[in-house]
């Protein structure tokens, strides 16, 4: 197959819309189940990528959650903790498999953005992965290859409906990448940088002492940024993204909004947020907006409107703003990467608020 017709484009009203091979040759992909559409394919390809590069620099199972043709969340495959396992409603699935605990950190990293992902996999998916992404709301997945019993898992996803994508993982694109902007081609050589422990050898700060954990940690925030609308900088711990700031006009806003999303991930692991007593029917999409409102300000006007009823068993708490700049205080050793260099201190100041080291 070398032409894939879509239903539209960005918009309903972007007609014709296809994908194809401009040399005649064939797709890279098959897809599976579902009919996915110009976005799906857009982040399909580039959280493919993404999930790609950090394999070949880590060696560990890569995950990606993306949104809007930037990722959402992004990971390796390491162990998730009993608190980890917690914020990200998997610590009912027993042990899960490097894969499958990848997919956990990248989606669980900021739920409310990954709500409707798109999932890119560097591995075959298993059916410990599938298992979670079974229960996630998401538009599609991308991956090298499904073992039979998680292509059926998946298969049940939507009606039948989900996308599910195989993608040839020997493809490599033509060197030169071309885009039409307004009737008029662009070309330039494909963004082939490695981005691996070579790329911080040369370390310019007195201290020269980096753990290969932070090694880890660095390398995802490049790779993520590298597929991330600019400007853009993310913060990562515990070799995952954990706050990701995208697209917008000024450096410092990307740090203060991917430095928000890193807080909230920080504060879903204290205890009072741990401890929330939740009612028997609240879904998990309901489930995320409430920890957000209560760790955010939004909570006072849920307490005033007396509205906590609805989401919590008991009133919980208020978590004050004192309780919360303690907790995060606490924190350390985060890491951070930009996909350009901070022209004022604003920005180190921002990023120091959050356990950046």
């Known amino acids: 197959m070398n032409e894939f017709e879509l239903k539209y484009g960005c918009n309903p009203n972007q007609k014709p819309s296809r994908i194809f091979m401009k040399n005649g040759a064939d797709l890279p992909i098959k897809i599976l189940c579902g009919r996915p559409g110009y976005i799906n394919l857009l982040d399909a390809f580039n959280g493919w990528q993404l999930v790609k590069e950090l394999k070949e620099a880590t060696g560990l199972p890569a995950a990606t959650s993306f949104k809007h043709v930037s990722p959402a969340g992004a990971a390796v495959g390491l162990p998730l903790d009993e608190t980890l396992a917690k914020i990200y409603w998997v610590d009912d699935l027993g042990e899960l498999s490097p894969l499958a605990a990848a997919y956990a950190r990248a989606r669980g990293a900021d739920r409310m953005s990954s709500f409707g992902d798109f999932i890119a996999l560097s591995d075959v998916c298993d059916v410990s992965t599938a298992k979670i992404i079974k229960r996630e709301v998401s538009d599609g997945v991308i991956a090298p290859g499904y073992e039979p019993e998680a292509l059926e898992i998946l298969m049940q996803k939507k009606k039948g409906n989900y996308n599910i994508i195989e993608i040839d993982p020997s493809y490599k694109p ?67 993204a954990i706050g990701i700031g995208a697209g917008q006009q000024s450096r410092v806003h990307c740090t203060r909004l991917a430095g928000q999303k890193a807080d909230n991930w920080l504060l879903r692991q204290c205890p009072k947020v741990l401890n929330l007593d939740f009612v028997d029917t609240i879904g998990r999409a309901d489930r995320d907006n409430a920890i957000d409102n209560y760790i955010g300000d939004e909570y006072m006007d849920v307490l005033a409107e007396g509205a906590w009823q609805k989401v919590f068993k008991t009133k919980p708490e208020v978590f004050t703003a004192e309780e919360k700049r303690a907790w995060l205080d606490q924190m350390t050793d985060v890491a951070l990467g930009s996909d350009a260099f901070f022209p004022f201190s604003d920005n180190i100041e921002r990023a120091k608020k959050s356990g950046v080291k």
């Open 174 to 240: 033509e060197p030169i990448e071309t885009k039409d902007v307004f009737g008029v081609t662009f070309e330039q050589g494909r963004n082939e940088l490695a981005i691996n422990n070579d790329l911080l050898a040369n370390v310019v700060t007195a201290n020269k002492e980096i753990p290969d954990s932070a090694k880890i940690d660095l390398i995802i925030a490049l790779i993520t940024l590298k597929y991330t609308q600019s400007n853009s900088v993310c913060y990562a711990k515990g070799g995952q």
